[in-house]
């Protein structure tokens, strides 16, 4: 009852997003928990205003996405991905969007 008490008052204002929690209970039956940012496919799904990904990523696209929103979901979950700079995690975000059948739009701000 502790739990579910605490994890809906740290979350009453990200009602209905897909949350992931690492929850750790100690042997004297006391918890400890963090609530982590919504994975990115999901913030990508919201950012294309679709549904689901696509079945044939390559083939149809679902929507699509800017560089800029790719940059605020990248600099958002910067502490749950394993890379140190926000170019590399944009690298991570646009390989994810498109798995998911979503396009970036506009000129890529890294020099290839």
Excluded at 34 to 53: F, H, S
Excluded at 72 to 100: H, P, Q
Aim: charged share 20%; with cysteine.
């Amino acid at each position: 009852m502790q739990f579910c008490k605490q994890f809906n008052g740290r979350t009453q204002d990200l009602a209905g997003k897909v949350l992931p929690v690492v929850i750790t209970v100690y042997a004297d039956k006391s918890f400890d928990f963090i609530v982590k940012q919504p994975p990115v496919a999901i913030q990508l799904l919201e950012a294309a205003k679709a549904k689901k990904g696509s079945a044939e990523p390559h083939v149809k696209k679902v929507g699509s996405v800017t560089w800029e929103q790719v940059k605020l979901i990248a600099e958002d979950k910067m502490s749950d991905l394993n890379c140190f700079t926000v170019e590399s995690a944009m690298r991570m975000v646009a390989g994810t969007a498109r798995s998911l059948g979503i396009n970036v739009e506009g000129q890529s701000p890294f020099n290839n």
